[in-house]
């Protein structure tokens, strides 16, 4: 799911630096003080999300969890999820810094995406229901991203339809677990915190 | 705020109990020198090796020298001319692609003489096995330092075998080691964030009160 350095020509990687910085601009604006603490717990869920593998055959695949932060972000998701991109960069080597704007817009644009989707479903009355919509929001986010990252490989130069599949393929149990997961984080958060999926710009009055 | 913590809290500690801090899909490749060829391993920090890929040679201004393709168990030898910085390209497809570079003092040494010197060697060693069919009841003596060259030469080859595969296992679990990512990269990570969005906060909140 990370692009390394140097797997994308120098159009492509400025292209996803200018979009994502908007994104990211655009993410702090709309980030009220009252979510600023939800961003960091997001952030540093993605972070060490990626740690978690899912053994498939000889390969493996981690979590993402990019829709759980699309859900409760919205496009704050963007700042947040470069946080974690950039840590894991520094960290763990995952991607690589001069491609930290292309993983960033790859993950937090179908995040943004998600929320628009599915943030009706999840404010849905009954809990079951936003669990169900959380849970197409969290496979979701996978498949846009997987399809994202197929698309700036393809940009690259890269045959579009090999590499697609071959990250699509791969990612179909992270997209089953990350759905379970999502499904269940947003029951979770809908039986503890009802009011962490209302709506960014409301004034979340009260959040405290 | 509390149950925003606790769910929080939750559910990191549920990620970073469920994450074993091991490896993910990055692309690790090593190059050493083995006797007068560059020997290289490339593979996945997973430990999947890239098997059948084609690894493209350059010297440092992107000149192409070579290529090679590795084997079974990704591992791959190419036999270097000259005496300047060697770069591995390989591309293993989606997006992995890896770039290695050996300097020079870490080049095998491949002096032209020496390459020479052992060829015409063995060719002499070979004329010397055929002298010896022919005239067996003259090499009696002068058969000595050579057979004695011959041995030592077979020994070295032998001993650098031992070596390399005494070393190989070591130079995989470096590779591992370099890859691990332990628990305090992790908490320091987390410390980071929960730092930089503490500033967040602490900028909102002053802007905020500048306002009110």
Redesign the interface.
């Known amino acids: 799911m990370h692009i390394v350095d140097g797997a994308l020509s120098n159009e492509v990687v400025i292209a996803g630096t200018v979009l994502a910085v908007g994104g990211v601009a655009l993410g702090l604006r709309k980030l009220p003080m009252e979510k600023i603490p939800a961003a960091g717990v997001l952030s540093a869920t993605f972070f060490v999300a990626s740690l978690i593998h899912v053994p498939i055959g000889p390969s493996s695949v981690h979590l993402i969890l990019n829709g759980l932060a699309g859900l409760v972000l919205g496009w704050a998701a963007f700042p947040a999820l470069l946080v974690g991109l950039l840590l894991q960069a520094v960290f763990f080597g995952f991607g690589g810094v001069t491609v930290l704007g292309v993983n960033t817009l790859n993950i937090a644009l179908p995040a943004v995406a998600v929320y628009y989707i599915c943030r009706q479903g999840v404010a849905s009355g009954s809990a079951v229901v936003a669990a169900i919509w959380g849970g197409i929001g969290g496979a979701l986010s996978i498949v846009l991203t997987t399809a994202m990252v197929g698309i700036s490989l393809a940009l690259s130069g890269e045959e579009f339809v090999p590499a697609a599949k071959l990250v699509l393929v791969t990612h179909i149990p992270v997209m089953a677990i990350e759905g379970l997961l999502t499904g269940f984080a947003v029951y979770l958060a809908r039986m503890v915190k009802p009011d962490l999926f209302a709506g960014l710009e409301a004034p979340a009055g009260g959040y405290r | 705020?509390k149950?925003?913590?606790?769910?929080?809290a939750?559910?990191?500690f549920l990620?970073?109990a469920?994450?074993?801090?091991?490896?993910?899909?990055?692309?690790i490749a090593s190059v050493f020198a083995s006797g007068d060829t560059i020997e290289g391993e490339i593979g996945?920090s997973?430990g999947?090796m890239a098997t059948d890929t084609l690894v493209e040679v350059f010297d440092e201004d992107g000149n192409k020298l070579g290529e090679t393709t590795t084997d079974g168990d990704g591992f791959f030898t190419f036999k270097p001319t000259h005496r300047i910085v060697h770069v591995f390209k390989a591309n293993l497809?989606?997006?992995?692609?890896?770039?290695v570079r050996m300097e020079l003092e870490e080049l095998p040494e491949i002096d032209a003489a020496s390459v020479a010197g052992g060829k015409t060697q063995s060719a002499r060693l070979a004329e010397d096995s055929a002298a010896t069919g022919t005239a067996p009841e003259e090499t009696g003596a002068a058969q000595t330092p050579q057979m004695s060259e011959a041995v030592l030469e077979e020994n070295r080859e032998l001993i650098r075998e031992m070596i390399h595969r005494e070393v190989t296992p070591l130079r995989r679990e470096i590779a591992a080691y370099k890859?691990k990512?332990d628990l305090q990269?992790?908490l320091?990570?987390?410390g980071?964030?929960?730092g930089?969005?503490?500033l967040?906060?602490y900028l909102?909140?002053r802007r905020?009160l500048a306002r009110d």
């Not at chain 2, 149950?3 to 929080?8: K, L, M, Q, S, T």
């Open positions: 705020m149950r925003a913590g606790i769910f929080g939750t559910l990191l990620a970073a469920a994450g074993q801090p091991a490896f993910a899909h990055k692309v996945f997973n999947d497809g989606a997006g992995h692609v890896t770039e890859e990512n990269s992790i320091g990570g987390i980071y964030i929960v930089l969005f503490g967040f906060f909102a909140a905020k």
